[in-house]
Nanobody
């Protein structure tokens, strides 16, 4: 499975961005996908998750609940992250993750989101 993120950039606080993650390869093997982020000098943290098949079950980190929305379009093999009401503390490299089975997952190279105050 190959993952390519896009949509990052520079935005002012209070603004919005939509990230995309395009999956290719053995996408049939994906069970769930997620967005992670890593701010400078900090550990990578989970932002949101979504199941890949069937109903879209989602989960969010407390820090983004009510502001971010994760979604997917299986016809395009693409996952999205709509980010609203952005804050400077949302500044990070955002990574796409695809989980296949325990011990097997894949990562994109990341897309940088910078929120200015």
């Amino acid at each position: 499975v190959q993952l390519v993120e896009s949509g990052g950039g520079l935005v002012q606080a209070g603004g919005s961005l939509r990230l995309s993650c395009a999956a290719s390869g053995s996408t049939f093997s994906i069970n769930a996908m997620a967005w992670y982020r890593q701010a400078p000098g900090k550990q990578r943290e989970l932002v949101a998750t979504i199941t890949w098949a069937g109903g879209s079950s989602t989960n969010y980190a407390d820090s983004v609940k009510g502001r971010f929305t994760i979604s997917r379009d299986n016809t395009k093999n693409t996952m999205y992250l709509q980010m609203n009401s952005l804050k400077p503390e949302d500044t990070a490299v955002y990574y796409c993750n695809a989980w296949v089975v325990a011990g097997i997952d894949y990562w994109g190279k990341g897309t940088l989101v910078t929120v200015s105050s």
